[in-house]
């Protein structure tokens, strides 16, 4: 077999033990970050029900599931129909994010939880993406989410929390962008954008106001069917946007005639300006122009990145349809999911993780030692040092410590019963 | 949709908060035991390459591997073909255990590691069992591997290792039993059991010895076609060890002319004795009919369990040949795995782990008090309790309480700024 047979699928990973020890840490600091505000973890697990996955206004994401294929009988007989198509080879799916998961669980446990119920997930998700560098296949998201509750202290309090948690690990150079579906679709309207299919092109054109020429974008649009008044509207829409010239003021905005549109800004200058009295007046930000690619939120919309920085650190909003997708009774519910793997990016670029104690190998000669002696001797290291293993000396000594320094191993001795002496790592 | 629609996939279950509360304090308890000793954390995808699961000798288990539907233009031509067979639609696979993933790994990093390599992982596998009551399709393992190193040193630090980590976890009532597959070979030749598809069977029959009656095990055998002379050979032999007045002598086959049967008696004597003066005399005993499913297992075998009870904590052995079967070339490998569920099943029948602290919810009103001012006094109860966390106070109070109760809340008050007081929940 060829080296690379040994990988793992394209697009996953192996951890190696010195990223294993940092993640172990950070989803320490996390968890005790959200437990410490009464958050409640739960686990689903990572296959669900196909129909549970698919129709819940998950964007690309539902083209991207991994389905599991129907096992014995079920499978030989959608296979013996001769016509079987993709849908009739699987009955599960591997979840493309812990949001759809938490709507299910909701549905089922609602009677028993309190309102509002505050809950966080740290799991795996899954999605078959085109494998390319720093985009995977298998990823960790942490998420809070209160669900039961309409008000924006809701908001409040994940940001908060959110920006909290990113804080105990140390990062501090982060800005919280926030918006409203709701102020996006009064944009629209305004523009002359009335067809819900057109409303979707015109998002998703607004989301690459960063990334292109205003001419690119509207050029688009033109192909895709939009009238030349309308192509006008949005072209000067755009533009105040994009220079900040003309851009949407919350609290004009808060006494429009357009109810949802006056709710929605007076809701989001509440949630900004007590976020500026928790944490300070540069953590948040006002940003028209943040669209987010989930089809399920119906409410606010926000996004935790780098200042000045291109890295996204999370995000989330509001969601109140979803749970409704299973019970047929809409609840109230809201977000912030965390992504793990750009957190631990900015600890491989920065400043790592402080402490885990010393790391001791204590060798032994497996011929002239008595094993024994030699493990009861180190549980007595073990008051000194944090981590204390023994292995067989080996001929070549240095080579030997040298790979043990690569995983982590900082001091090292040679056992001589009392006589040892522990030296640091050179 | 039914209720039972918002349930995830038979077989595999959601953690509630309390539970999960546990299993995040048993998974710390464990990972903190396993560094202690020098073990490395490392992680691998829950996908593996289908190749890479199948003809590992994993017994049972490769059959019940759940496989990923191949995507895109790769099924469509798997399916174009009329004739697609299950595996010609699939091109990943979950994994069954973390023994095959570890393997692949070790045979992919190996230059780089140190030799012995003391790894450790908790992570999820699945099975698809049929499901039943207390068989999980997903489940938690939580792994020690020594790879690298023939001498049965590895087997007494798994050993002691894994029962110190149950012991951390304040179980108590364990022993070890362990066995070697060389002694199982041994005793199979003395009967006559030649031929490789028939030792298969002798030691199915064999595991069956403390559940079915002897008369019943050798009439199944006589099915498979054994010899009388053989099956009569069976019976004795069979008939010594169950009733111990026959069994097998480890100092007397240590000087037995079969090399690799007296080598593993005087290993296990070693690994016996050791663990015995390392641990106390009831901690592990010789157990000859021990066999364990696996078929990777090439020397000791073992298993800890509740003494005098049914549960099995977890068990493991050494696997000289794995790696060997990806890289070509064979690694001395051994391992000890925890099966996290039995662990937490041990929890709920008896004692919890201690503390965690204190819970506490601090009810306001949204339309009378000031949401920053609420949670900033919160922030100062943090000194205090462990967690606190705020709640819109409702109409129906005593009910709001016993559901924060339910999930784990001890203490509770109503906002009345710097005269709050904060009492135990009744």
């Known amino acids: 077999m060829s080296k690379d047979g040994f990988l793992p699928p394209a697009g996953t990973r192996d951890i190696e033990p010195a990223a294993a020890e ?13 437990k410490k505000y009464g958050f409640n973890s739960i686990e ?5 029900k196909l129909e549970n996955l698919l129709g819940k206004k998950g964007g690309e994401n539902e083209k991207l599931i991994f389905k599991v294929l129907k096992r014995g009988e079920e499978l030989k007989n959608s296979l013996g129909s001769g016509t079987a198509q993709e849908n009739d080879l699987a009955d599960f799916g591997l979840r493309y994010d812990l949001t759809v998961p938490l709507a299910r669980y909701y549905a089922h446990y609602k009677d028993k939880l309190p309102k509002p119920f505050k809950v966080f997930q740290i799991g795996n998700v899954w999605r078959a993406e085109r494998p390319q560098k720093s985009r995977y296949r298998q990823f960790t998201q942490c998420d809070i989410d209160i669900i039961g509750d309409p008000a924006p202290n809701c908001e409040i309090e994940l940001i908060y929390v959110t920006c909290k948690t990113l804080q105990s690990l140390e990062i501090k150079n982060f800005e919280v962008r926030i918006n409203d579906r709701q102020i996006l679709k009064k944009i ?41 008044a309308v192509l006008s509207n949005i072209k000067n829409v755009f533009e105040g946007l994009k220079t900040g010239k003309n851009g949407i003021d919350l609290q004009a905005g808060s006494s429009s005639s357009d109810e949802k549109y006056a709710k929605a800004c007076k809701e989001l200058s509440k949630i900004i300006s007590s976020v500026k009295s928790l944490l300070g007046n540069e953590v948040i930000r006002f940003d028209p122009v943040l669209v987010r690619g989930m089809d399920y939120y119906t409410g606010t919309i926000y996004e935790v990145s780098e200042i000045n920085g291109s890295m996204s650190f999370g995000g989330g909003g509001r969601y109140n349809n979803m749970i409704g997708s299973f019970s047929g009774q809409d609840v109230s519910a809201c977000g912030f999911s965390l992504g793990f793997e750009r957190i631990m990016d900015s600890f491989f670029s920065g400043a790592p993780l402080s402490g885990g104690g010393s790391k001791a190998a204590l060798l032994y000669s497996s011929d002239k030692d008595d094993y024994c002696a030699v493990t009861l001797f180190s549980e007595k290291l073990k008051e000194k040092y944090k981590t204390v293993s023994i292995f067989d000396r080996q001929k070549n000594m240095s080579n030997q410590l040298a790979k043990l320094k690569d995983i982590g191993f900082d001091s090292w001795g040679i056992y001589k019963g009392e006589e040892t002496v522990i030296s640091k790592m050179e």
């Open 22 to 34: 940092i993640r172990d840490g950070v989803v320490y600091k996390i968890t005790s970050s959200y």
């Open 44 to 48: 689903t697990p990572s296959l669900e």
């Open 188 to 228: 629209s309207l305004d523009c002359g954008v009335t067809d819900d299919g057109k409303y979707r092109d015109f998002l998703i054109a607004l989301d690459k106001l960063d990334k292109k020429s205003l001419d690119d974008i509207i050029e688009e649009l033109r192909k895709k069917d939009f009238e030349e």
